[in-house]
């Protein structure tokens, strides 16, 4: 099976920065083609037809470009391509993302049939935790068999065109039909997600659609009458029953349709499902496209690395005729010039999804393969390496020697962080958000809003509870008070003092996206971009920022001091001094920034999606160091109590660089 088709004559030989190689397939608003360049690797280039660009839908056409854009920006999963680049090819909109060597879901079930029951149940698992975690964000799309890439590690979801937010307004004319109609629930919204998955599962299980493919005159009707069961092994019916139920307020969330899929499977490796010629059929597509060399994925400014020749070996890559070098090995890195500062760089095995300074002098980097490792602040050098048996969320406490760490299986996994050395887990039932330590308690709040805490020093269980609603905005500590931002709207304030109590603020009539907490107050980020302020106990608003820079996914503040940071996808980032309303710092030339934002004393660090880390000076706007990686940045980095700036990138790079010499990270 080909991925790639021969390029036409009319087709570009190079995108941006992008050498264009192939053609990889093409829809309706633009051609998809496989580029490389020479320091980010193969990826997946998709231009706007140039006819659209001219057409009387052209707004309507660049805005459904923009919202993809957009939403690879903010939206990171392992199994979905990470955004890359974006920019313009003579007046068109293109998009850059990872390339993901394997066909369409549809194109293998048409190639070599239905799948077997136990595959199609970790292929259901693999999309319904995309789906899920979409949701947790407030955004849907179709899901269908076509943007389904299927590797032997999971399935991949593409094509994010007709995404959008659960409040945003949608571009799309009233009446027109947008999406593939066999896979296609008309009234639209989250359980239209369910009801794709559904029908996609339907096809991989039987090797045909939910309804017929349309007939002459139909295209642009919905598609009408019962769904096709036939054929449906019995292990799955009900599942799919329930996916693809006429009445949309029966159908289940993503989230259940993942604990139902999950609790069928016998076999947790989606690539041990699958039948030998289906394994041949992925491993034979995928060989041509095996031996293109990883990225380099670190440059470190103002002076950067000179490019290898063709016939070197790249940085930290062992030479073919040599073993591979200690994995435990750092590379040395400088910031160059005359200021240079010693720094170093490390290439772990997936994204980055939090980086946490810790005790003795060590930085925790949590994966999204599961893996927990501890790094030298000094040097980079590995001091030990966990691997988790479930997928990490991210969120990470450290109290004492104890390390708590959230994982999609429910539970908060416990380490001593001197070794590693796992302890017993904690039982939080739901998928772990976030966790805090506040007081002798670290509280963990699950995606569904369910509310544990526990003692820090022996993990014994405190208490549960629940916010009534999914947790969206994140957690923020005051004491012993625990601030969370709900779905609903609403600020949730939790009360470690009393057993944990819950009560909650006004609603703030949007979707929460980001909760911090200064010397003066709660800080609200939500989905229409403004911030609000909040006294610590509930009050009326004492500041507000306006919502015109883009939405707002990342807000900090210093408990110490009156000052508040956001940053938006626009790539707009403030500064501001909640108590007078003055602002302190703007910058609006930056790229689209979601959740890496780090205000740390008189330092603040940004990681954008177009890779730089940028170290700056709160008091001057002054830029102290700037990290370029490859790939998106979406952890925020930390900063050591010796001054070392950590940062993590999507693509497991992981450096470390200290600041200026004789640089304070304190107010002076």
Known sequence: MRLVKPLHDDDPRRVGPFEILNRLGEGGCGVVYLGVARDSGLVAVKVMRAALERGEKRDEHRARFRREIEFLTYFSHRFV??????????????????????????????????????????LGAGLAGIVHDMHRLGVHRDVKPGNVLVT???????????AHLRDAVHVTRQGDIVGTREYLDPDGGMPADVFGLGGTLLYAATGHPPYEAATPGSADRPPTGPVDFSGVPEELREILESCLHPTRSQRPRAVTILELLQARRRVTSFAATLPATVARELRDTAAPFTSIPAPVPFRAHPAPPRAPRPDQPRPNQPRPDQPRPDERRAVPASAGGRDAVPGWRRQLG??????????????????ADGVITALAESDGVQRWQEKLPAATTGALAITGSRVYVGADDGDLHVLDV??????????????????????????????DGAVAAFDGA????????TLGCALTGGLAVAGPMVYAGGADGRVYAIDTSRDGEISHFPSMGQRIHAVAVSGVGVHVAGADGGVISLGLNGSAPGWRLG?????????????????????????VLRVDDAATGSNRLTR??????????????????????DGPLIAMDVRSGAELRRLDGDSPMDAPAAVTSSGVIVGGWLDGTVIGLALSPGYSLAWI
Request: proline residues 6%; aromatic residues 6%.
């Open 152 to 162: 032997p590690e999971g399935p991949h979801l593409i094509d994010f065109g007709l």
């Open 547 to 571: 919502a015109d820079h883009g939405q707002v996914w990342a807000c900090r503040a210093d408990p110490a001091s009156t000052l508040v940071a956001t940053a938006s996808i626009e790539g």
């Open 350 to 367: 997936d994204w980055v999804q939090a980086v946490v300074a810790a005790p003795a002098s060590q930085v925790l980097v949590v994966t």
């Open 458 to 465: 022996t993990g014994a269980h405190a208490w549960d509870d």
């Open 81 to 122: 391509p990470r955004f890359v680049k974006s920019g313009n090819h003579q007046g068109c909109p293109y998009l850059a993302t990872q390339f993901v060597a394997g066909p369409t879901l549809h194109a293998l079930v048409w190639q070599c049939g239905r799948l077997p029951v136990e595959a199609v149940l970790g």
């Open 418 to 447: 001197r070794d590693g050395r796992r302890l017993p887990r904690s039982r939080v039932g739901g998928r772990v958000s976030s966790c805090v330590l506040a007081g002798r308690y670290v509280v963990a709040v699950a995606s």
């Open 588 to 609: 609006s030339d930056l790229r689209a920034i979601r959740r890496s934002l780090t205000l740390h004393g008189a330092t603040l660090l940004v990681g954008c999606v």
